[in-house]
């Protein structure tokens, strides 16, 4: 079964501090696909990045950037001098091939203070 | 940007009512999702929609729950009788392959049930 764990509830940082959003999951399938999603105060949700299975390069993205290991099951998302824009809930999430649903994990609450 | 679109943003209902939710998907969409986030909680899968007809469903998509594609637009989802406990924001999302690759969350519709 397919299972997202994301540890951290809540994360408080100051302006400018790096910060890091861990994600592990758990899947029986050699093929998935790893996602991470931005939940604003809005209450959208906004679709952030993808990634599949054999594809464990790092990406950057401006200021956000992904770590996937496959030892350790894990998709670590990382904001590099956080703003407060950057304040939301971030999910991370799961699916496998064929039309599966997204399985998410709880989120991790980010509080960026001036 | 084409974007998946819901309404209403927010509708309060007293318990026991029928309540329909709609959304309109991105046009070239083929597959189209209902995914629910009880307040603080994470986002849960309810049903997925391909070729007019539910390709899985939730635990939580019983049988007060429907969806429908009544036209070339529009993906609804009904709620029969409401229930204290179906007070929830609920996303609509819409993607152009089976894999699950990019699904577009439209700004979800919150439901109040009281």
């Known amino acids: 079964a397919q299972k997202v764990t994301q540890a951290q509830t809540e994360i408080s940082v100051v302006e400018k501090e790096d910060v890091t959003l861990d994600c592990v999951y758990e899947t029986r399938d050699t093929t998935y696909y790893l996602f991470w999603y931005k939940q604003p105060p809005s209450g959208e949700l906004v679709f952030l990045i993808r990634r599949n299975s054999f594809d464990e390069q790092n990406e950057i993205s401006g200021r956000y950037s992904w770590n996937f290991q496959k030892s350790t099951s894990s998709f670590n998302f990382t904001i590099t001098a956080s703003q407060v824009v950057d304040s939301a809930v971030y999910f991370c999430a799961l699916s496998e091939p064929g039309n599966t649903p997204l399985v998410f994990g709880k989120g991790t609450r980010l509080s960026v203070i001036a | 940007e084409p974007e998946v679109t819901q309404t209403p943003s927010h509708q309060v209902t007293q318990m026991g009512q029928e309540v329909i939710l709609r959304c309109v998907p991105i046009s070239n969409h083929l597959y189209f999702y209902w995914y629910r986030q009880i307040l603080g909680q994470k986002v849960e899968f309810l049903v997925s929609?391909?070729?007019?007809?539910?390709?899985?469903k939730s635990e939580i998509f019983d049988d007060q729950f429907s969806v429908e594609r009544p036209d070339g637009s529009n993906f609804t989802l009904k709620i029969r009788s409401t229930k204290l406990e179906d007070s929830a924001m609920y996303f609509c999302?819409?993607?152009?392959?089976?894999?699950?690759?990019?699904?577009?969350f439209g700004e979800g519709s919150r439901l109040t049930v009281l």
């Open positions: 929609f391909y070729n007019n007809e539910i390709s899985e």
């Open positions: 999302a819409s993607s152009v392959g089976a894999n699950t690759g990019e699904l577009f």
